[in-house]
């Protein structure tokens, strides 16, 4: 249990340095969004006409119709301040921390800053044995010039939701800019479960939902990232790749998401299974196993 550093990284944060983020809504009480590092309220008191700052609260005013707008000035002034980093010019959509969407987004890159909820998706692609048991998995390794988690090891498609796509059209998008892989070649995909981060990152608070799936791809065939964002792609025996998964070469996302393949598949000895299926269920919030 100690090696899978991932399971713990999931769920390391302090609430006592944060303050809920409210949004106006049409019902007559604000809906829970995110939450904002206490360090930062002082920022935020520069606009009193759209944000109302208190210690133990932060409520964006905007009427429904003016909050994309009214997020893009303040988080603009954010990023000119040096608060929110890595901007990728991507909207993304917000939602409540219970995963209702309230009809609103903003700039991928401020999400982490107001601890608002992302959706991800990521796919576990392996080859298999004789016996249609999972025998290999592929692993990518980030770009060594990626805002986050730079040259770190990585399942083989994964990314976030933007506006206007689902978790399975995102990485169907995603299979082929990461891995060559095309529309055709995405069927097989099989659904896994649901991830439930919440971790503080030097960018702020990572709230996100993580969507799995599975893809058993055919022996011989070679993925090949398009998008320079993977610096190598590399297929490892089933026990290679378990054991990166369970130390610290990569991403925290990748890790559970490689857990979750394992854990699903029955992939680990006896003792290992019920230990870590116990020490992860915080991550499922009652889905089935």
């Keep these: 249990m100690s090696r899978w550093s991932a399971v713990i990284a999931a769920r390391a944060h302090s609430p006592l340095k944060r303050t809920p983020f409210f949004v106006a809504h049409t019902e007559a009480t604000p809906v829970p969004v995110g939450s904002v590092a206490r360090a930062h309220l002082a920022a935020l008191r520069r606009w009193p006409q759209w944000l109302q700052v208190y210690d133990d609260a932060v409520t964006l005013?905007?009427?429904?119709?003016?909050?994309?707008?009214?997020?893009?000035?303040?988080?603009?002034?954010?990023?000119?301040?040096?608060?929110?980093?890595?901007w990728r010019d991507e909207s993304f959509p917000l939602y409540t921390v219970h995963g209702r969407p309230i009809d609103a987004a903003m700039e991928r890159a401020a999400m982490r800053?107001?601890?608002?909820?992302?959706?991800?998706?990521?796919?576990?692609?392996?080859?298999?044995?004789s016996h249609i048991r999972p025998a290999s998995l592929w692993i990518a390794r980030r770009s060594f010039s990626k805002a986050t988690d730079p040259g770190k090891l990585?399942?083989?498609?994964?990314?976030?939701?933007?506006?206007?796509?689902?978790?399975?059209?995102?990485?169907?998008?995603?299979?082929?800019?990461?891995?060559?892989?095309?529309?055709?070649?995405?069927?097989?995909?099989?659904?896994?479960?649901?991830?439930?981060?919440?971790?503080?990152?030097?960018?702020?608070?990572?709230?996100?939902?993580?969507?799995v799936y599975d893809l058993a791809l055919p022996v011989g065939l070679t993925p090949r990232n398009q998008d320079g964002e993977?610096?190598?792609?590399?297929?490892?025996?089933?026990?290679?790749?378990?054991?990166?998964?369970?130390?610290?070469?990569?991403?925290?996302?990748a890790a559970l998401v490689t857990l979750d393949f394992a854990l699903r598949h029955r992939l680990l000895d006896d003792d290992d299974q019920s230990l870590l299926e116990e020490a992860a269920a915080v991550l499922y919030q009652g889905q089935a196993a």
């Design 61 to 86: 005013l905007a009427a429904p119709a003016a909050r994309d707008d009214v997020l893009a000035r303040i988080n603009d002034a954010l990023r000119a301040d040096g608060l929110i980093r890595a």
């Design 154 to 211: 990585d399942n083989l498609v994964g990314g976030g939701v933007p506006v206007g796509q689902t978790p399975r059209e995102a990485l169907v998008r995603e299979a082929w800019e990461e891995a060559g892989l095309t529309p055709r070649q995405m069927h097989g995909l099989a659904r896994g479960r649901v991830l439930r981060l919440l971790r503080e990152i030097p960018e702020g608070l990572q709230r996100e939902w993580i969507h």
């Design 113 to 129: 800053f107001w601890g608002a909820l992302t959706v991800g998706a990521h796919c576990n692609g392996y080859v298999t044995d």
């Design 230 to 253: 993977v610096a190598e792609v590399h297929l490892h025996p089933l026990a290679d790749a378990l054991a990166l998964a369970a130390g610290d070469e990569m991403t925290v996302d």
